[in-house]
């Protein structure tokens, strides 16, 4: 009977741990849209892992072997980087334009 409700107990907790990791991140052209990122109110990044399509932002410079790990885009700057990555809502976006307020996105030199 103890093992039973063990087993409950625990197939309840992990569907529920498995049911809360998020999906897969959606990419968008490096071009398009922009502008809706640089003129929302929100400026937290929430990226949660480094870039790994590096093909996908190469052009823009945001490119694994490139990166200095997560840091603010003024910090990003004044370190020297020269790109920038976000992920806003599932979103992601590369820019060479270090003029922005984001917080904890991936900086690249």
Request: hydrophobic residues 35%.
């Amino acid at each position: 009977m103890q093992l039973t409700n063990v087993l409950a107990i625990s197939a309840l907790f992990f569907s529920t741990l498995v049911a809360a990791l998020p999906g897969p991140v959606s990419m968008r052209e490096p071009a398009g849209d922009l502008e809706e990122f640089f003129t929302r109110g929100t400026r937290h990044c929430s990226n949660i892992a480094k870039i790994k399509r590096p093909t996908r932002y190469e052009a823009e410079g945001c490119v694994p072997e490139k990166s200095k790990g997560f840091a603010s885009m003024h910090n990003c700057k004044n370190k020297g980087g020269r790109a920038y990555m976000c992920v806003q809502s599932g979103q992601s976006f590369c820019t060479r334009n270090m003029n922005g307020d984001y917080e904890n996105g991936e900086c690249f030199l």
